[in-house]
């Protein structure tokens, strides 16, 4: 995967790269001149445009804020970027700058450090997360975990190795579609079919090819699917409904789509905003109302009128960066790892799906948020990718091998 598409995984932003070094303030006046703009500036300044057109009216004005942040710190305009900054955190909702590199220059400003600590007294430590499972491969780069409730196993989809694993209760792990096999992409989100207890699965690669798998429980592939329509797309999180349609994320497209597995065909799913990013997914028991998070917030959609609206989060309260999503009881589960630092946290909806009722954080700034990214939920309890090492990959290639650990999938009871 190239860097900008690496950064989007870990903090769902688009504004960010692991090249780009930003100046500080002071160095940002020294009369030798502005700091050249990054390549992309063009791209940034129109999502800079659309996002300020969308503020007077969007529910969560922190959420637009961070990102607005972000990306003025990406052009090098730490100024404007401290600004935003102190906006979004006086909201008080969890987010916070310290945990990701896209504000990696502001570290050593004071006003940064003040702001940091503020969130810190906000929002404290929470650790009730426990250690699951083990694995023995260090080298996976996880991304998908998926709970198979008949056949009592998990599925865990590898990036760096590009195949899928499968694992027991007691941690004891093999393949399911080994490496090499069936030409797999990097693969990503993961979901059983809940009529056959088939598996579904998404792979794309930095070049922006992607595709959608069907595997019987038996590991046999039973389909590939991509669009022919030479766009670039990055397929990422998926729903399965009770008649076998599947819905997904296309993160690279900014866009999601609805596969027809009787007609083999994509429709665009339309919603009543522009997506940033589009990541985690959930379907509700209803089997009709679909959540989509991206780096604002979380978009419901009933998908018989293909009405859509935010959900509000309500005061003190954010759903935006959500990688993982799901839905438990009337509640969204979501692994958050866009907000700066990574939490695990419950929303109690209100009815209607309108607005958050009660959030509640599950995990926040522990030995399990290094870097979680998806999960599944089994019974009442939460499984999560607590280590993913997504920032020790670039280009589909390791960097530091020394710097890897056995993948910990760590639980946390629901409310």
Same mark, same amino acid.
């Given at each position: 995967?190239?860097?900008?598409?690496?950064?989007?995984?870990?903090?769902?932003?688009?504004?960010? &790269?692991?090249?780009?070094?930003?100046?500080?303030?002071?160095?940002?006046?020294?009369?030798?001149?502005?700091?050249?703009?990054?390549?992309?500036?063009?791209?940034?300044?129109?999502?800079?445009?659309? #996002?300020?057109?969308?503020?007077?009216?969007?529910?969560?004005?922190?959420? @637009?804020?961070?990102?607005?942040? @972000?990306?003025?710190?990406?052009?090098?305009?730490?100024?404007?970027?401290?600004?935003?900054?102190?906006?979004?955190?006086?909201?008080?909702?969890?987010?916070?700058? +310290?945990?990701?590199?896209?504000?990696?220059?502001?570290?050593?400003?004071?006003?940064?450090?003040?702001?940091?600590?503020?969130?810190?007294?906000?929002?404290?430590?929470?650790?009730?997360?426990?250690?699951?499972?083990?694995?023995?491969?260090?080298?996976?780069?996880?991304?998908?975990?998926?709970? /198979?409730?008949?056949?009592?196993?998990?599925?865990?989809?590898?990036?760096?190795?590009?195949?899928?694993?499968?694992?027991?209760?007691?941690?004891?792990?093999? /393949?399911?579609?080994? @490496?090499?096999? /069936?030409?797999?992409?990097?693969?990503?989100?993961?979901?059983?079919?809940?009529?056959?207890?088939?598996?579904?699965?998404? &792979?794309?690669?930095?070049?922006?090819?992607?595709?959608?798998?069907?595997?019987?429980?038996?590991?046999?592939?039973?389909?590939?699917?991509?669009?022919?329509?030479?766009?670039?797309?990055?397929?990422?999180?998926?729903?399965?409904?009770?008649?076998?349609?599947?819905?997904?994320?296309? +993160?690279?497209?900014?866009?999601?789509?609805?596969?027809?597995?009787?007609?083999?065909?994509?429709?665009?799913?339309?919603?009543?905003?522009? *997506?940033?990013?589009?990541?985690?997914?959930?379907?509700?028991?209803?089997?009709?109302?679909?959540?989509?998070?991206?780096?604002?917030?979380?978009?419901?959609?009933?998908?018989?009128?293909?009405?859509?609206?935010?959900?509000?989060?309500?005061?003190?309260?954010? *759903?935006?960066?959500?990688?993982?999503?799901?839905?438990?009881?009337? +509640?969204?589960?979501?692994?958050?790892?866009? #907000?700066?630092?990574?939490? #695990?946290?419950?929303?109690? *909806?209100?009815?209607?799906?309108?607005?958050?009722?009660?959030? &509640?954080?599950?995990?926040?700034?522990? @030995?399990?948020?290094?870097?979680?990214?998806?999960?599944?939920?089994?019974?009442?309890?939460?499984?999560?990718?607590?280590?993913?090492?997504?920032?020790? *990959?670039? /280009?589909?290639?390791?960097?530091?091998?020394?710097?890897?650990?056995?993948?910990?999938?760590?639980?946390?009871?629901?409310?």
């Amino acid at each position: 995967m190239t860097t900008i598409l690496k950064l989007r995984r870990l903090l769902l932003l688009l504004l960010a &790269t692991l090249a780009l070094s930003i100046p500080t303030f002071a160095q940002q006046d020294e009369t030798r001149g502005a700091p050249a703009e990054p390549t992309d500036a063009a791209e940034t300044r129109a999502q800079i445009a659309a #996002i300020e057109k969308l503020l007077p009216t969007f529910p969560d004005r922190a959420a @637009a804020l961070f990102v607005l942040a @972000a990306a003025h710190q990406h052009l090098g305009e730490s100024r404007d970027a401290m600004k935003l900054l102190g906006e979004c955190l006086a909201l008080s909702e969890g987010f916070d700058p +310290s945990g990701g590199p896209e504000f990696a220059a502001l570290h050593s400003d004071k006003e940064f450090s003040k702001l940091i600590e503020k969130v810190h007294r906000d929002f404290p430590v929470v650790a009730q997360a426990r250690l699951a499972l083990v694995t023995e491969e260090k080298n996976l780069i996880p991304e998908g975990l998926a709970w /198979d409730s008949n056949r009592k196993i998990f599925y865990l989809s590898s990036l760096a190795q590009k195949k899928i694993v499968q694992i027991t209760p007691d941690s004891h792990a093999s /393949d399911f579609v080994p @490496a090499n096999r /069936d030409r797999l992409l990097p693969v990503l989100g993961i979901r059983l079919d809940p009529t056959d207890s088939s598996i579904w699965a998404n &792979t794309e690669d930095d070049r922006g090819n992607a595709e959608l798998l069907h595997y019987s429980p038996d590991a046999k592939l039973l389909g590939r699917f991509s669009l022919d329509d030479r766009a670039k797309h990055g397929f990422n999180d998926l729903v399965v409904r009770s008649s076998g349609e599947v819905v997904l994320t296309d +993160s690279l497209n900014n866009c999601a789509y609805r596969f027809d597995p009787a007609k083999k065909t994509f429709a665009l799913l339309p919603v009543h905003r522009e *997506l940033i990013y589009p990541n985690g997914i959930a379907l509700a028991s209803d089997d009709k109302t679909l959540f989509v998070a991206d780096a604002l917030g979380v978009l419901s959609i009933d998908l018989q009128t293909l009405s859509s609206h935010d959900i509000n989060p309500g005061p003190h309260s954010t *759903l935006a960066g959500a990688d993982g999503l799901y839905w438990y009881n009337g +509640s969204l589960i979501a692994v958050q790892n866009g #907000i700066g630092s990574s939490r #695990i946290a419950a929303f109690k *909806l209100s009815a209607g799906n309108t607005r958050v009722a009660k959030t &509640t954080v599950l995990e926040n700034r522990s @030995a399990f948020t290094s870097l979680p990214t998806t999960g599944a939920i089994r019974g009442s309890d939460f499984y999560f990718i607590s280590n993913s090492h997504l920032d020790n *990959l670039n /280009d589909g290639k390791i960097l530091d091998v020394t710097q890897l650990e056995p993948v910990r999938i760590a639980v946390v009871h629901l409310p």
